[in-house]
């Protein structure tokens, strides 16, 4: 089992209202594809959005020193749980 990795991934959805949000989400996974489609979960049902008005820009594998600390804490727990 591969280790957790955090990623950053950023983009924009469209609301009912047609107005457009940025975003930027850091996730924790072992691929890119699976933090795309953790960031379609989130979204999708905070803001009862369609994987469809959601726009994916960039995902990058983000460094944990530079992620905020509510976010480094989910990474370690990750980890001490994988194995």
Same mark, same amino acid.
């Given at each position: 089992?591969?280790?957790? =990795? $955090?990623?950053?991934? @950023?983009? @924009? /959805? !469209? $609301? +009912?209202?047609? %107005? &457009?949000?940025? /975003? +930027?989400?850091? *996730? &924790?996974? &072992? !691929?890119? #594809?699976?933090? *795309?489609? !953790?960031? /379609? %979960? $989130?979204?999708? @049902?905070?803001? !009862?959005?369609? =994987? ?6 960039? *995902? %990058? ?8 600390? %509510?976010?480094?804490? $989910?990474? #370690?727990?990750? =980890?001490?749980?994988? #194995?």
């Amino acid at each position: 089992m591969a280790a957790p =990795r $955090l990623y950053l991934v @950023s983009g @924009s /959805f !469209k $609301l +009912k209202n047609g %107005e &457009t949000v940025k /975003f +930027k989400k850091y *996730v &924790t996974a &072992t !691929k890119p #594809y699976e933090a *795309v489609q !953790k960031v /379609f %979960e $989130l979204i999708g @049902s905070n803001h !009862k959005v369609k =994987r469809g008005q959601i726009r994916i820009d960039r *995902v %990058e594998e983000a460094p944990i020193d530079e992620a905020p600390d %509510e976010i480094k804490a $989910l990474v #370690y727990i990750d =980890r001490i749980i994988a #194995y």
